[in-house]
Structure formats: structure tokens, C-alpha cells
């Protein structure tokens, strides 16, 4: 039932930053989160996850000291924050939720059903 809108995509040169955004309709306190992105010709690819109150994350390799997840609960707001960009990060990026019991700590696309419509990156 939540609805999903991600923002913040953008052309950069490498070793640049840029923050993301993905806000939901209502309340998302409740909510796993994650940021999943997909390059041309690549499948979709898990590349953080952050717990309903915070914490819990875990990253892909690729992007581990360069990327942070974060939440803003009271605005309803998920952030990533990117540093130090490389051309291999370029790709659509996607934020999704999913309403559990219990955190969900996955970074397989399965394990979430609720989606936005993504968001262009692209480093050169």
C-alpha cells in the first residue's frame, strides 16, 4: 500500500558524491528498507539495507566504505548518500520496503514488495 518515490539522480564525474532520496507515502516506521540498483545488461542488484528504527545494514562489497544508508522516520524520508563515485556505479537506483514482523535484513530483491519507479545515476 505504500507508495515509493526516489529522487536525487543525476550526471557526475567520477570521484564525485551525491545523495539520494526515496520518500513514502505514510508512515514508514515500521518498514525494512533497501537500496537496489540495476546497470544495462546486468541483473538487479542489492546494495544496502538499513532495520525500521536504523542499524542492521549490511552493503554490497563493491560499494563498502563509499556508500551510506540512512532514515528519517519522522519525515519519511530513506537516504543514500554516495562518495567518491566510479563509472561502474552507474545504474538505476530503486529503494523498497517491505512490512515484517522483524527486521529484514536481505539484499535479495525477493524478500521486498513494495518498490519506486528509480532514479538515473550516472558517473563518467
Known amino acids: 500500500q505504500v507508495q515509493l518515490v526516489e529522487s536525487g539522480g543525476a550526471s557526475v564525474q567520477a570521484g564525485g558524491s551525491l545523495t539520494l532520496s526515496c520518500a513514502a507515502s505514510?508512515?514508514?516506521?515500521?518498514?525494512?528498507m533497501a537500496w537496489f540498483r540495476q546497470a544495462p545488461g546486468k541483473e538487479r542488484e542489492g546494495v544496502t539495507n538499513?532495520?525500521?528504527?536504523?542499524?542492521?545494514?549490511f552493503y554490497v562489497d563493491s560499494v563498502k566504505g563509499r556508500f551510506t544508508i540512512s532514515r528519517d522516520n519522522a519525515k519519511n524520508t530513506l537516504y543514500l548518500q554516495m562518495n567518491s563515485l566510479r563509472p561502474e556505479d552507474t545504474a538505476m537506483y530503486y529503494c523498497?520496503?517491505?512490512?515484517?514482523?522483524?527486521?529484514?535484513?536481505?539484499?535479495?530483491?525477493?524478500?521486498?514488495?513494495?518498490w519506486g519507479q528509480g532514479t538515473q545515476v550516472t558517473v563518467s
Open positions: 538499513i532495520c525500521p528504527r536504523g542499524g542492521g545494514s
Open positions: 505514510g508512515d514508514m516506521t515500521s518498514y525494512s
Open positions: 523498497a520496503a517491505v512490512l515484517r514482523g522483524h527486521c529484514v535484513t536481505s539484499l535479495r530483491s525477493i524478500a521486498y514488495n513494495y
